[in-house]
């Protein structure tokens, strides 16, 4: 154990000198860079379990995939792809056209996918493959992972710029963007394409169920630290990329699976923020903070 | 601000329905340009209802809303207090500046004119300091100015409120109506959905009564009548009743 105790080999050598490291840190970097955004917008539009809903949707189109391709990052990320965005709009599309809510329809489609997803792999894979798909494996990762990883976090950022104002006009004011006769629902429909995205590229690192942990949890925990969309973008992105390194690291230095061990380290931050929090943290409740007050008192 | 001149809204026979139940039932009638109108009516009589179908947000399922030359954005609306997530983290500048919508649209600039523009509709509802406030801190009074600043941002023809005075201090009360009357002064029509008759009578020249069908509409001594208010309640407690009895159906031709 002598050499946990020199920086160097505790920090850095475990993530530069192996290529599976290489390519696993710089996976989860890109990784948070895409799902750290998203993640923030879903916990604005009051939609945190939507993630988790289509992480698992997109299972049958992945388990497809593997069925005609075997363990082919393309094939499987395609179907997963497709997937998840045909719960996603067959959701959408009941719950406009009948009385089922949003989220009770969105259940209802996932369900049958995931269940779907689980009969196809145990007919046509096996249960290793099916753990696999659940749980994925970022030191797995190939450098065809690896691009494609890189490019969803790429698409996500510039579109993400793109319809940043129409975006957060839409979460948290839909009325007011109706009334101005914008389109909303056209800016709805390209997020949840991101969404689905970003699951996909997260679901071969970390597998379906680990992903969405990487996009909820830095968001859910951003709300305790911004008082802005942008402050809690910056804080998740950051809080997953850490997440990220200390993540691997730790499955380094003690044999864990690298999925969980990221998950559980945001889950960590994310404990620490509902306690110690900067906006609304418990701790800041008790101390006296500073506040806006008359005209006068706020000359700068 | 300049004197505006807006079109006429004119509803033409409209019935809105919620699963099938009428909320709104055969209205007609015609907000003409620069009126100072108070939709007013019992609980449940369909006045939110009327106010977000004249605005556009729901269609009729019969009948029809011609608003002439009037495109979206010369409409602004104001909905019920609560009906915003206050928790967002948004500032009161960004929210204001939502109002610039019309002339930036999702992607254009919003430069120091824009800015200006915000800082003169916050001090017009006396919130200047609190441009970057988070609105999670203001209080019900505040959250209402924040509104009605937007409003004053879109520089629309036409201003709809959704019961904008109810639960406020007195102060911030007087204040927005005094906002509302200068509205109505510079020829904008301005359309709000009351409560308290007294309260119209003082400010609104003009009143629309329904109880779910259209009772009266006109100069406000006319509608505000004794008979007319009694009227309305029996036809509201008239509807209540016919929508316990689900066989009940009722066609139109």
């Not at chain 1, 179907?79 to 406009?96: D, F």
């Not at chain 2, 209802?49 to 019969?62: D, N, Q, R, V, Y």
């Not at chain 2, 919003?110 to 003169?120: D, N, S, T, Y």
Request: with cysteine; proline share 5%; glycine share 8%.
């Amino acid at each position: 154990m002598e050499h946990l105790l020199d920086p160097y080999s505790l920090l850095i050598e475990p993530l530069t000198a192996y290529a599976f490291m290489r390519r696993a840190l710089v996976a989860c970097l890109a990784l948070a860079l895409g799902s750290g955004p998203i993640g923030v917008f879903l916990v604005l539009r009051r939609m945190s379990l939507m993630g988790d809903a289509m992480s698992h949707a997109v299972l049958p189109g992945a388990a497809i995939g593997f069925i005609f391709a075997g363990l082919s990052l393309g094939a499987m990320s395609l179907g997963g792809l497709i997937a998840g965005l045909a719960v996603a709009l067959l959701a959408g599309v009941v719950s406009r056209t009948t009385v089922l809510r949003e989220d009770a329809s969105l259940a209802g489609f996932y369900l049958a996918s995931l269940a779907l997803g689980v009969l196809l792999v145990s007919t046509y894979g096996s249960a290793v493959d099916l753990l696999h798909v659940l749980f994925g494996s970022i030191l797995a990762v190939d450098d065809e992972g690896l691009l494609f990883v890189a490019a969803v976090a790429s698409i996500t950022l510039i579109t993400l710029a793109l319809i940043y104002r129409p975006l957060v006009a839409e979460c948290f004011d839909p009325t007011f963007l109706r009334s101005v006769g914008a389109r909303g629902s056209l800016i709805h429909l390209l997020f949840l394409v991101l969404v689905v995205l970003n699951l996909v590229a997260g679901f071969q690192a970390l597998g379906t169920l680990m992903a969405v942990g990487l996009m909820m949890l830095p968001a859910a925990a951003a709300r305790f630290w911004s008082d802005s969309v942008w402050g809690s973008i910056a804080f998740a992105t950051g809080a997953a990329m850490a997440s990220g390194v200390v993540g691997l690291l730790l499955s380094y230095h003690f044999e864990l699976p690298s999925g969980p061990a990221i998950v559980l380290t945001a889950a960590v931050v994310y404990l620490a923020s509902i306690v110690f929090g900067s906006r609304a943290g418990l701790l800041v409740r008790y101390r006296r903070q500073p506040h806006f007050h008359k005209p006068e008192e706020m000359k700068p | 601000m300049n004197a505006v001149r807006p079109s006429a809204i004119t509803l033409e026979n409209v019935i809105v329905t919620y699963r099938r139940l009428p909320a709104v039932h055969h209205v007609s009638g015609t907000f003409a340009p620069g009126t100072l109108t108070a939709i007013a009516g019992p609980n449940g009589a369909g006045k939110s209802t009327l106010l977000k179908t004249t605005a556009g947000l729901l269609k009729p399922s019969e009948g029809r809303v011609l608003r002439g030359a009037l495109k979206p954005s010369d409409i602004a609306y104001l909905p019920q207090l609560p009906e915003i997530d206050r928790t967002f983290p948004i500032s009161v500048a960004e929210t204001v500046m939502l109002g610039a919508w019309k002339r930036a649209g999702a992607f254009g600039e919003m430069g120091a004119a824009e800015e200006q523009r915000v800082q003169e509709a916050l001090a017009c509802v006396n919130l200047v300091g609190y441009a970057r406030a988070p609105i999670a801190a203001l209080s019900a009074g505040q959250w209402q100015r924040v509104l009605f600043a937007r409003a004053i941002v879109q520089e629309a023809s036409v201003v709809l409120l959704d019961e904008p005075f109810a639960g406020l201090d007195e102060d911030t009360q007087s204040h927005l109506i005094s906002l509302v009357h200068e509205w109505h002064e510079n020829g904008r029509t301005v359309i709000a959905v009351l409560h308290e008759t007294d309260f119209i009578r003082r400010h609104f020249p003009q009143t629309l009564l329904i109880a779910r069908e259209l009772i009266a509409w006109g100069p406000t001594v006319d509608v505000l009548t004794p008979d007319n208010l009694a009227r309305a309640r029996t036809t509201i407690a008239k509807w209540a009743r016919s929508e316990d009895m689900p066989e009940h159906q009722h066609h139109h031709g």
